[in-house]
């Protein structure tokens, strides 16, 4: 435990690292004792391609964080496939972690979750997945140790449940409407999202195009690019499927072309929502005051935590932006936070896409999170309300 106030020190650490070892005000509750992590590989039932890349397992970084009175948080750092998407490596983020983050937080105050979030940020500028990790575990921590659900600790529930958008990748059409077909018999979603940008834009929107006429009245339909055309290449060809009955556009443009986003929202009829765009409230603050998006996506991993979910959403919900819970494809772990934070704040009101642990082939919890008539449900145990199976852990990690 820290004595007066900590300092940031630099020193090495075992493996010739430098690391700052303590962050935080003294400790006057239960301190952090120790951060450790496992690198697991989760195999996916079906390939999920991206515009650029196509997955066919999930990694994850599990966190163990211990704190002085015998507490265990767990958190879970994931990207979407790899560093395509926002440039981490799950590799990278476990380097991270072990090298720095975690040092960093021994001794500090287990309690003061937010206090130590915004410490790690003045610290290390960026890395969004890695502090998501270490911020669930933080928090899953501080939940167990007063005996309360994660949602109690962010204000409460304004919703118990959250529907699910179920995520199709960038496959051909007719794959694409076998797979909506036998969801929409099921009963099990309401809405899907279609993967855009691995294709030649032409052809691409007619492949959208072919499966909206199929399926428009029967369901809603969205789209996501994940940034891949440029502005005139999305001035040509949104049009193509905003007249076939898409009802939502993700991403068109690149992160940086929030002008060109703008432009665009001026020309369409259906929102545009923002995701790689918007990563802190700055960004938010940016999007909205330049009318580039109708709606914006907030995630864990992406806000750098659940507090900077809550941010972005503050920010979107004073100007009557709705914010959508998306997804990095987490386990059960991950998506049981998720699905806590955004079923806390009231500004996510335009549903979630909370569907990775029904892509997993397999699970780290030992009862998996819990859907229902087409919406995800909101743990009620204490912290995270899940429980890590450590023999799933060890079968799936990595050597």
Known sequence: MTTGTAAARLEPTANGATAVSTIGERATGPSVESVKTTLVDVPLLRPHKFSVHQMTHQSMVIVRLRTSDGIEGIGEAVVPGGPWWGGESIEGIKVLIDRYLGPMLHGADAGRVTALARDLDRRIPGAQSAKAAIDMALWDARGKALGIPLYELLGGLCRDRIAVTWAVGAEPAESVIREIEGKLASGAHSSFKLKMGAAEPQADAARIARVAHAL????????DLNGSWDETTARRWLPVLEEAGIELIEQPLPAWNVAGMARLADRLRVPLMADESVRTPQDA?????????????????????????????AIAEASAVPCHG??????????AASAQVFCATPGVSAGSELFGPLLLA???????????????????????????DEDAVARYARD
């Open 362 to 388: 397999g699970d780290l919890v030992t009862e998996p999170i819990h859907y229902e008539d087409g919406c995800i449900v909101a743990p009620s145990g204490p912290g995270l309300g899940v429980t890590l």
């Open 285 to 313: 603050a940016r999007i909205i005051g330049e009318h580039a998006a109708g709606v914006l996506a907030v995630k864990v991993a992406k806000c750098g935590g659940l507090v900077g979910v809550q941010q972005v959403a």
């Open 326 to 335: 998306g997804t990095t494809i987490e386990s059960s772990l991950g998506t």
């Open 216 to 223: 428009a009245d029967a369901t809603s339909l969205r789209v």
